[in-house]
């Protein structure tokens, strides 16, 4: 459950960085306003780190999960479906953008250039922020440690009262 939370929270903050700050840089650049080689470099460094870790914990928080409802160590039903589905939909759409960000250079011009980066930014944010509510779903999917069960063995025979 806690990787699931830092991937969501990780997920989350790659999405607003990509929709912000990161889309910034490749609009000032379409609209022809001056980029310096340092903001660039610094936004592509910057970039390059943190989908790599968001992307790392994401898929290590989505393989637990898939391990637990394999095990059935999470409530199951709709929410654990629903929420793989959107996870999926989240990496496919991930996937798209990087294949759009890969073919930035093949743009003829600056603006071309730009608005290709926009395009591919503005995608591989949406597939963060669809990854961030899949791991959201996936936390409140999770039950406690002890798996289906424990709660009734603790208690034993009598549901929580002394049978004396």
């Given amino acids: 459950m806690v990787a699931l939370i830092l991937a969501a929270l990780l997920c989350l903050a790659y999405a607003v960085w ?15 306003n001056a980029v310096s080689a340092d ?24 393989g637990l ?3 637990r409802v394999a095990k059935k160590q999470t409530k199951g039903g709709a929410p654990d479906i629903i929420g793989l589905a959107i996870a999926g939909l989240g990496l496919v759409t991930v996937l798209v953008g990087l294949y759009l ?16 980066g926009i395009t591919a930014t503005i995608v591989i ?12 779903v996936g936390a409140s999917t999770a039950k406690g440690r002890g798996g289906a069960g424990t709660e009734d063995r603790r208690r034993g025979p009598g549901g929580g009262y002394q049978t004396w």
């Fill in 101 to 116: 960000a890969s073919a930035i250079t093949d743009a003829d011009g600056q603006s071309a250039q730009g608005d290709k």
């Fill in 65 to 67: 999960w898939i391990a």
């Fill in 18 to 32: 990509a929709f912000t700050a990161r889309r910034g840089v490749f609009a000032d650049f379409a609209d022809g």
């Fill in 39 to 62: 903001d660039a470099k610094s936004s592509d460094t910057l970039d390059t780190i943190f989908l790599i870790v968001a992307g790392v914990v994401a898929l290590v928080a989505l």
């Fill in 125 to 136: 944010g949406a597939g963060f922020a669809l990854i961030a509510i899949a791991c959201a």
